[in-house]
């Protein structure tokens, strides 16, 4: 595994000594250190132009001093931006990086530099040159001041203009450019940002709209006819009935915090009328803020409902699990022991969004790799045995495992159990308890076990596994590592010597402790101590009654302890085997009795088909001679004319011979 390591550090050097070589001058990398904090801080302005850029034109709100100038600043940057832009290299649809000055020129002017242009024009700045106020709003210190009657028509033009402030707001579209080229970055934000996304978007709707409604209240936006009933005092609109005539002059903030009260109960209801739409530029406006409040709000709504549901989703699939599990259990009758186990079990095992096998083999195998070697980094470092197929053979029986936890004291397996999984510890400890109850062997961290389904087809447990504390296993299936393992002879002898190696200290071990065999007879585990109803010996079955009236036998015989606990408890063992051994011999015999009295009933009944077959025989053969001898005495008819022959001479006494309906007993013919 190290040297797999160092040679990808080799080849990865290798690859950005390569990479300078090629860059050309003057070309900036889009993950540069530079272009990243160029980004960070745009994302800083983009706020800034979000909050400012729609307050300035809808009051007509002028910065001055301190707050002009970083307004200004912040233009600078956006023009130097373009150049900055025109200068970024990009990743084409190949995933190579392009470096041409061409190229990234006419990807950036066919894209986003018509509003990136339009954001940027100085209409501000050209109306403050021209009205010679430029340099008192730096110094603060500007008064009313008098354009020159020559520029009074082009600054009047210029005024015209003052919605082409809010071009600037086209910046606001970088936002998502930069969320989608750092979106591999900020994947495990996604939730989040894309939650305060949707809030955001509200606020900033909410104060795009209020700056707005009150730009459409004010009195260049009336009518001729509004103003006349506004003298006359038909129709007094809010701004000027809450503010009064000189509505400009009072201070602004109770002006915008009004607009955006309005705003926001007109996109979420239909407002409560206390600020009310009077004019036609007000109606018409409002008009079209409850329409797009009708949208914004379901559609904020219906995300925030998904973001919910993909939330709760993972859990609510997991008591649906829980569920199912329950009403199995109550099907049954299970005891209650059992049902707490059973739902402790299913609790414990979180259910997961995604089919982990399913990506892993959809991904390329470099990529894949990647995956799996920073996925389990851990355990490939703890198992050497993983670094002796190489970095093909890690990859593929990574992407096979599977992780099951088991709380502790819980049965992995049984022994004599048909073994199917192949099992690696990734946390906890592992004891391996032999049919006598002894604990024979302990696994940590790193170790695997149960590999002998892999080199044994239908091979059956030599123990039982269980889980000392809490584990963590990485499980697969024994038929696929068999498959994997033969493409790969090293690891394959290797698993075939560990699993061979651990078969005879298993057996060493059984030889060690004494009537290990016999015990096999009829000790068991405690967990299945009270639903065994038959326990298995070499040639016959033992009911479990039997085997509880020879241990009350045993209890009620005093033994007296002699020597040191396990000289008991060896001396104890060896009664019971004695016992059991009578036991064995007194039901031997009795299958002997059985047996010779089965085949006394079986003797008259011999007799009798062995007399019946030689009865049948000898009619065969009475029939075959008297059929000789009716063919003989038609000859003889036919020459010398009817003869019968009697005597001994023309059959015998003892046979019988039908022919015809005729019965030949002896010589003389009787009519049957």
């Known amino acids: 595994c190290h040297n797999a390591d160092k040679w990808n550090i080799t080849k990865l050097k290798a690859l950005i000594a390569e990479d300078q070589k090629n860059r050309v001058k003057y070309v900036l990398m889009p993950n540069s250190p530079f272009v990243q904090n160029w980004d960070l801080i745009q994302i800083i302005f983009l706020?800034?132009?979000?909050?400012?850029?729609?307050?300035?034109?809808?009051?007509?709100?002028?910065?001055?001093?301190?707050?002009?100038?970083i307004d200004m600043l912040v233009d600078v940057y956006f023009m130097c931006d373009i150049v900055v832009c025109f200068l970024t290299?990009?990743?084409?649809?190949?995933?190579?990086?392009?470096?041409?000055?061409?190229?990234?020129?006419?990807?950036?002017?066919?894209?986003?530099?018509?509003?990136?242009?339009?954001?940027?024009?100085?209409?501000?700045?050209a109306t403050m040159i021209a009205d010679g106020t430029f340099l008192c709003t730096i110094s603060a210190s500007c008064t009313e001041s008098r354009p020159a009657a020559s520029l009074d028509a082009y600054l009047k033009l210029l005024k015209m203009f003052r919605l082409v402030r809010l071009v600037?707001?086209?910046?606001?579209?970088?936002?998502?450019?930069?969320?989608?080229?750092?979106?591999?970055?900020?994947?495990?934000?996604?939730?989040?940002?894309?939650?305060?996304?949707?809030?955001?978007?509200?606020?900033?709707?909410?104060?795009?709209?209020?700056?707005?409604?009150?730009?459409?209240?004010?009195?260049?936006?009336?009518?001729?006819?509004?103003?006349e009933l506004y003298e006359t005092g038909e129709r007094i609109p809010w701004i000027a009935e809450h503010f009064g005539d000189d509505y400009d002059s009072t201070p602004v903030g109770p002006r915008y915090l009004s607009s955006l009260y309005w705003a926001f109960s007109t996109m979420s209801t239909v407002g409560y009328g206390d600020i009310s739409s009077s004019t036609f530029a007000e109606r018409t406006f409002a008009i079209f803020v409850i329409i797009l409040g009708t949208f914004m709000f379901g559609y904020i709504v219906a995300q925030v409902m998904s973001e919910v549901d993909a939330a709760n989703q993972t859990s609510m699939r997991h008591r649906h699990k829980l569920t199912q599990v329950a009403a199995y259990i109550q099907d049954l009758q299970l005891p209650r022991e059992l049902s707490r186990d059973m739902l402790g079990h299913f609790r414990e095992q979180q259910d997961k969004k995604y089919n982990d096998q399913e990506l892993l083999f959809d991904l390329p195998f470099r990529l894949r790799t990647r995956v799996l070697a920073h996925k389990y980094k851990a355990i490939i470092a703890d198992v050497p045995l993983l670094c002796e197929g190489g970095e093909s053979f890690r990859t593929e029986l990574c992407a096979r495992l599977k992780p099951v936890e088991y709380l502790p004291n819980h049965i992995?397996?049984?022994?004599?159990?048909?073994?199917?999984d192949v099992y690696i510890i990734s946390s906890g400890k592992v004891e391996f308890v032999d049919v006598s109850g002894g604990v024979h062997c302990i696994l940590a961290n790193g170790a695997y076990f149960g590999e002998g389904a892999a080199i044994e087809p239908n091979?059956?447990?030599?123990?039982?596994?269980?889980?000392?504390?809490?584990?963590?296993?990485?499980?697969?299936?024994?038929?696929?590592?068999?498959?994997?393992?033969i493409s790969y002879p090293t690891v394959f002898q290797e698993f075939k010597t560990l699993y061979y190696e651990r078969k005879q200290r298993l057996e060493a071990w059984r030889a060690n402790n004494r009537d290990w065999g016999n015990a096999r007879s009829f000790k068991c585990s405690e967990r299945f101590s009270q639903d065994l109803k038959w326990t298995r010996t070499p040639s016959i079955?033992?009911?479990?009654?039997?085997?509880?009236?020879?241990?009350?036998?045993?209890?009620?015989?005093?033994?007296?302890?002699?020597?040191?606990?396990?000289?008991?408890?060896?001396?104890?063992?060896?009664?019971?085997?004695d016992q059991m051994t009578q036991i064995h011999k007194q039901m031997n015999a009795d299958m002997e009795n059985l047996t010779r009295k089965l085949q006394t009933m079986k003797q008259p009944q011999t007799d009798l088909v062995n007399n019946t077959r030689k009865d049948t025989n000898r009619l065969k053969a009475a029939y075959n001679n008297d059929t000789a001898g009716r063919h003989s005495s038609t000859r003889q008819q036919g020459r010398h004319g009817p003869s019968y022959r009697t005597g001994p001479a023309s059959?015998?006494?003892?046979?019988?011979?039908?022919?015809?309906?005729?019965?030949y007993n002896g010589g003389a013919p009787v009519q049957a």
């Open 459 to 485: 091979a059956t447990r030599w123990d039982t596994a269980r889980s000392q504390s809490l584990v963590y296993t990485l499980k697969m299936k024994a038929r696929e590592l068999r498959d994997l393992i």
């Open 47 to 69: 706020l800034y132009v979000a909050g400012v850029v729609p307050f300035k034109a809808g009051f007509n709100y002028n910065f001055s001093g301190g707050m002009f100038v």
């Open 168 to 227: 600037k707001l086209l910046r606001l579209a970088r936002f998502k450019r930069i969320l989608q080229k750092y979106q591999g970055e900020t994947f495990h934000l996604l939730r989040i940002l894309h939650f305060s996304g949707l809030c955001g978007g509200m606020l900033l709707m909410g104060h795009i709209c209020g700056c707005a409604f009150y730009f459409m209240s004010t009195q260049q936006m009336w009518t001729p006819y509004e103003r």
């Open 412 to 420: 992995i397996y049984d022994m004599d159990q048909i073994a199917v």
């Open 651 to 663: 059959a015998p006494s003892s046979k019988v011979a039908f022919h015809k309906g005729t019965l």
């Open 89 to 125: 290299a990009y990743e084409n649809s190949e995933r190579l990086i392009v470096v041409n000055y061409w190229k990234i020129a006419w990807r950036y002017m066919q894209g986003w530099f018509v509003l990136d242009f339009l954001s940027v024009l100085p209409t501000q700045y």
């Open 541 to 577: 079955l033992i009911k479990q009654r039997d085997i509880a009236k020879l241990s009350r036998s045993s209890k009620s015989t005093p033994v007296e302890p002699v020597g040191t606990p396990v000289e008991h408890e060896q001396s104890s063992l060896g009664t019971l085997h």
